[in-house]
Structure formats: C-alpha cells, structure tokens
C-alpha cells in the first residue's frame, strides 16, 4: 500500500478548520501561536528566496480573518527587514478576528519608523498611486463561504493585472480549498504559501493556474490530526521506486499475459506488449487471434506469441474463451486485457465472459473497458483477483449517470467506485487520479497533456501491468508507471521541443 507522509496530505476547508480547531483545544497550542508561526515560515521563506530582489515596499491585502492576521505576521517580520508596508483591509479594522486584532496592534509596535501605512477598505486605498515591490494576498482563506462579495472581486481583479508578482497566504483568495473551482475571481498567484497542509483544490480543475507555485510550510500540527484526509498528492519525492528482481528462470521473473489486438488495432498490442518488457519482465506472453500472429511474429521478437482460433481469425470471440483460460491457467502472472481488442459483439462477449472466469490480476484497459461498461452495473470482480481499470474521462462516464465532468465529481465517483468495486481505478486525465479499494485516492501535479497522443495509453497499461506481474501491489503499480512517464517525459523535455511519441515514455 501506498503511504504518503503527512506533508502530502490533501486538506479540504472542512478538515483545515478542524485540524486548526483540535490542535488548539486538545493540544493547548492557542491560534495566535499558530498564527506567529504561519506568518513567520512565510515571511522566512520570502526573505530568504528574494533575498537579491531588491525589495523596498510590500502591499498586504487582508480580510478580517485569521488569514489577514497571518499576513499580517508577514508584514511584521518583514518590517523588521526595512521593507516598508502599506496594508489595506478590505473589511476596515473594526471586526477582526482576534488573532488578527491582536496582531495589527503588535504591528503597529513594530514600526518605529513609520514605514507602515494602512487602508480602512478598498476604495480608500485606491486613491494612493504608489509602486510596489510585491503584493500578498490575505483576504481569504479557507474561511471563503461563497462567490466573493463587495470589494473583495475588485481587489482581486486588480491584483490580477498588475506585474508585481501576487504571492498568497495558505490559498489563493476565491479558489475553493476542496473543488479547486473559481467562486466569481481568483488570486491568480506565482506562489503559496500552504499553512500546514497543500489543500486539495490546487491539484484539481483550475487550482494549478491559480497557486502558481506552492510551498508547504509546516505548522505543529499532530500528524494524527490529519489522518482522516483521504486524499494524497502523488509525486517522487516519496513515491518507492520499483525494487526488480530479476529472476533465474525466466518464469520466475514475473509473467504477463496480455490480451490484445485486432484488425488494424495491432499496434496499440504491440505498444503495450513493448512498454512491459522494458521493464524487465521474465516473460510476455501475447495472446492473439490466429489471423494476427504473422504480423507480431515480425514485430515483437522478445514476445511469446500463443494464437488461439483459425487463421481466418482477427478479432477474439467466445469461441476463444476456453483456449485462453488454459493458456493463462499454466503459469503464474498477471494479465493484461484491452488495447486494440476493438468493438465486436464477439469481444465483447468472449471479454465479459473471460473476466467473469479468470483469476488472475487483471489490468482492463481500453476496449475491455468498453466491454464492461455494457454491462451496466451488472458485474463484480471475482473475489481474490485484483482489478485495475485504467479509464480515460470518456471510457469513465460510461460506468455512470451521474455527471463526472469536474474534477471534483471524478474525484469522488473515483472514489466510491473503486470502493464500492473493491477494485483500483487509474482515471486519466489532468490530474491523474488513483483510487484504491480501501479509500484513499492519489493526485498527480504534473502536466498531463503530453500524454494525450493515441498510444501513451496503451504504454501506460502496458507499465502497470509489468509492475503488478513482478508483484507490487496494484496502487503502487499506478503510481510508478505515472512517475516513470513524467520522469521520461521531463528528460525528453530537456533535450527536444517537439511533442513527445509513445516510443518515447518505453
Ligand atoms: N488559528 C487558526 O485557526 C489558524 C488559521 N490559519 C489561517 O486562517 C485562515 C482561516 O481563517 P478564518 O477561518 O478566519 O477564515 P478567513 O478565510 O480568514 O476569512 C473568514 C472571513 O471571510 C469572510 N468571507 C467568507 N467568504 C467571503 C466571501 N466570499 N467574500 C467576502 N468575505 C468572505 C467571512 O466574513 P463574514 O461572512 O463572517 O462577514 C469571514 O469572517 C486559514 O486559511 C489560514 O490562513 C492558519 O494559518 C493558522 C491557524
Ligand atoms: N505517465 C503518465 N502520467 C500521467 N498521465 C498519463 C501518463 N501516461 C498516460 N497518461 C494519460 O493517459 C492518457 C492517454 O490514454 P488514452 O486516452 O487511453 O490513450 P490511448 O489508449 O489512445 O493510448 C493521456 O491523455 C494521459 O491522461
Ligand atoms: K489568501
């Protein structure tokens, strides 16, 4: 099983609030603490990153709750560095939050230089006409309950059109901490600052554009605290890199059966077939329609080739089923079923049947994903066999009615299916999502669109299904055939301009 540390937990509103809230009550760190360390890991981590930038004088936007106060713990700090401030408070200093209350008249000790200059609203502020070196967004936080109201949407849209770089507090003000959704405008941010856990709204629809860059800033926060999150940010730098055993006989190294190809679907077989022997494995063993085989017999050397049916034959159906089931009964190892097994009414029987049956691991992709799908909800995975589906957002709407068109709704149907399955669902798209049978659900952060050429599918099914027939558990199979992808796709980036091709991520 995957285990993600603590800092790759994904907070939505909810759990921020909650997490806040018990490590005040049940642990007796008070929220002004909480506060003086979010501020100042921010502040730190500013001075210290632009340190060269020649930076004069900041402009801090705050609201009147707690993420004001922790931008105002930012202005401190950086007073203190002789970076003058000019603080505007979008709802006046009347009704602050008392973290934040507290914090104002501390800054106001702070400045023995008059270098502080304040705004009581928005309007009030925009009759000033001064340069600034940086803006800090701490209007809102995870605090946000709606579309943004008054002044807010004017202060955002202006931030958004001046050059000066917009760095925000814990989130950028108006993204929604869970759905990653715009309420009426957003901050769009070149970085964050994310007070004690990465929200997950920045890794869903438009989250990316609006964070900019996100840096995680510790909080004392209990790890324990956290644990009901469910959803984790996938990326390599805590993702275990597959352990290959190779082994003496070539049977003992991890077997795949793949199940694919048809008339003029026979490279997207070959692609798979392709992308898991790169990886090592003992033995590939291609089941095909007879008609085929002469055509992988000059293309897949290294693959075992095991036709079943006549020569006429160039599509699988029923009457393979048999014939199929005692090839994969022989050995031990994991099967690969969907890549260019194309549409026929014969596939689709001789798939559905065939999944029904087997009992070994199956990795069900493309067609056989369609195959499935046509049996409505009408179909269980055998008990002791492990399912991964690995559907693009199409192929994953057809195992619903309900609307997956947002992230936020992929994310939870993913969720509930896998769970509901017990199988584990690898859902393409940006961001890739994996979902497990027991709940928790893995984010990529990466830019996905490189892989949106006819056949990366095909590489990717053909990489999970090498690592599940070396024996790694099914969600970490997804998850290093994901890493692996981005690790070719940033090397192939960094010598070539052109669009990346499938034989590229082999
Ligand atoms: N001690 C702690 O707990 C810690 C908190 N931390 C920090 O606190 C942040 C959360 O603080 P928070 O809960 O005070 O909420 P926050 O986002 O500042 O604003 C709430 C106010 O906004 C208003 N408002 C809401 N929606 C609006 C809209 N659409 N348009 C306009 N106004 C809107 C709403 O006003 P009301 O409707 O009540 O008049 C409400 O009063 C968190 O993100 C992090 O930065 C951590 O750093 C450290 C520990
Ligand atoms: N390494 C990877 N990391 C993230 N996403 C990937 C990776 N490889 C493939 N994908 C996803 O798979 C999609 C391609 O699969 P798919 O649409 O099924 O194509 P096809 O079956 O035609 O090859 C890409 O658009 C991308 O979302
Ligand atoms: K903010």
Redesign the pocket.
């Known amino acids: 099983m995957l285990q993600a540390p603590p800092s790759h937990y994904l907070l939505t509103a909810s759990l921020s609030q909650e997490v806040d809230h018990r490590t005040i009550e049940e642990v007796d760190i008070d929220g002004f603490t909480l506060m003086e360390v979010a501020g100042s890991s921010a502040a730190k981590k500013l001075l210290k990153d632009y340190k060269h930038a020649g930076w004069s004088h900041g402009l801090y936007l705050c609201g009147k709750g707690n993420n004001g106060g922790d931008t105002l713990v930012v202005a401190r700090y950086l007073l203190q560095h002789d970076i003058a401030a000019t603080i505007v408070f979008l709802s006046g200093t009347d009704d602050l939050s008392p973290d934040a209350q507290k914090n104002w008249e501390l800054l106001q000790q702070f400045d023995d230089q008059d270098q502080l200059q304040h705004h009581k609203s928005w309007e009030a502020f925009t009759e000033t006409d001064l340069e600034y070196s940086f803006i800090i967004d701490g209007m809102l936080g995870t605090g946000l309950d709606s579309d943004l109201r008054g002044s807010y949407t004017s202060a955002v849209q202006w931030a958004n059109e001046q050059s000066t770089s917009v760095f925000a507090m814990d989130i950028p003000t108006g993204l929604h901490a869970d759905t990653g959704q715009i309420m009426g405008e957003s901050i769009q941010a070149d970085r964050t600052f994310a007070f004690g856990g990465h929200k997950q709204g920045f890794y869903l629809e438009v989250g990316p554009a609006q964070t900019g860059d996100v840096t995680y800033c510790e909080l004392p926060f209990p790890n324990q605290f956290k644990s009901s999150s469910n959803t984790f940010l996938l990326d390599e730098s805590w993702v275990p890199r597959p352990t290959l055993q190779p082994g003496q006989h070539k049977y003992a190294s991890g077997v795949l059966y793949i199940i694919a190809g048809s008339e003029g679907l026979t490279g997207?077989a070959q692609l798979a077939a392709r992308s898991a022997w790169a990886e090592g494995l003992g033995a590939i063993i291609l089941i095909c329609p007879r008609g085929l085989l002469s055509i992988y017999e000059q293309t897949l050397p290294s693959i075992i080739k095991k036709p079943v049916g006549s020569k006429s034959d160039e599509h699988f159906t029923r009457q393979h089923l048999a014939n199929v089931l005692e090839i994969i009964g022989k050995k031990e190892g994991a099967v690969l079923i969907g890549?260019g097994l194309g549409r026929q009414e014969g596939t689709i029987q001789f798939t559905n049947e065939f999944l029904s049956q087997n009992t070994r691991d199956a990795i069900i992709d493309?067609d056989a994903l369609w195959a499935l799908a046509q049996q409505k909800d009408g179909w269980r995975k055998p008990d002791n066999t492990q399912w991964i589906l690995t559907p693009?957002p199409g192929e994953l709407g057809r195992f619903t009615d309900q609307a997956v068109a947002d992230d936020y709704n992929r994310l939870t149907f993913v969720r509930n299916f896998s769970s509901d399955k017990q199988i584990t669902v690898l859902s393409?798209?940006?961001p890739?999502i994996i979902g497990t049978s027991s709940g928790p659900c893995y984010l990529?952060n990466y830019n996905?669109r490189y892989?949106?050429r006819?056949?990366?599918?095909?590489?990717?099914a053909g990489k999970i299904a090498a690592y599940v027939a070396l024996g790694q558990e099914p969600d970490q199979s997804c998850a290093n055939?994901?890493l692996?992808?981005?690790q070719k796709?940033d090397s192939y980036l960094q010598d070539s301009s052109d669009l990346p091709e499938?034989k590229d991520?082999i």
């Open positions: 997207a890549p493309a693009h393409k798209g940006m890739g990529t996905t892989f949106a006819a056949g990366n599918g095909d590489v990717l055939a994901l692996q992808g981005k796709l499938p991520f």
